[in-house]
Nanobody, 121 residues
């Protein structure tokens, strides 16, 4: 079992940056792959990025490649999502999830409560 808590969301102007954190409880967190998803009002939850348990492999949605970077520090039980060059269309609730690197949300067993990211134009 692992419990996930997101933080770092907020309001930012277009072109700005935010860093989201996904903190986890449980001694086995370092063995979990982690993904980030976002969900805008009235839309489906969408894959954003994922990272393997070791951090050696990362995956990104085409819409965020070159702008977002996922990383992790297992000793801190934390996964990060650095978001640069933010656009209004990035506005959504962002969720972290474990234990997969898949793009399909159904393949993840554990979810955080989400953190709101709002990008103003």
């Amino acid at each position: 079992q692992v419990q996930l808590v997101e933080s770092g969301g907020g309001l930012v102007q277009a072109g700005g940056s935010l860093r989201l954190s996904c903190g986890a409880s449980g001694r086995t967190f370092s063995s979990y792959a982690v993904g980030w998803f976002h969900q805008a009002p009235g839309k489906e939850r969408e894959f954003v990025a994922a990272i393997s348990w070791s951090g050696d492999s990362t995956y990104y949605a085409d819409s965020v490649k070159g702008r977002f970077r996922i990383s992790r520090i297992n000793a801190r039980n934390t996964v990060y999502l650095q978001m640069d060059s933010l656009k209004p269309e990035d506005t959504a609730v962002y969720y972290c999830a474990a234990d997969s690197t898949a793009t399909m949300s159904d393949l993840y067993d554990y979810w955080g409560q989400g953190t709101q990211v709002t990008v103003s134009s």
